[in-house]
């Protein structure tokens, strides 16, 4: 990945979810898998592990997070409450 795509989410604002960008083209899916911690599992970007404490700042997991994250999940993640 070189460059993130442009999202008009105007375009998508009465059903953000089912946007293209929330596809496994582009983002993967728009809510992660509840059987593994919210886990992006298809896509490009299914798998993804989070840096393990290697920044000075991250969250009460040393997770590469902001420190007001408190997700434990060492995987990217997305909630299924977003958009």
Known sequence: LT?????????DA???????????????????????GNAVISGKYADWLID???APRGNAYSLLRSP???????HLTRSPLSC
């Open 3 to 11: 460059a993130l795509p442009y999202w008009d989410y105007n375009l």
């Open 14 to 36: 009465a059903n953000p979810r089912a946007s293209v960008v929330f596809t496994d083209q582009y983002f993967g899916p728009s809510e992660g898998d509840s059987t593994r």
């Open 52 to 54: 393990n404490g290697k």
């Open 68 to 74: 007001w994250n408190l997700n434990p999940s060492h």
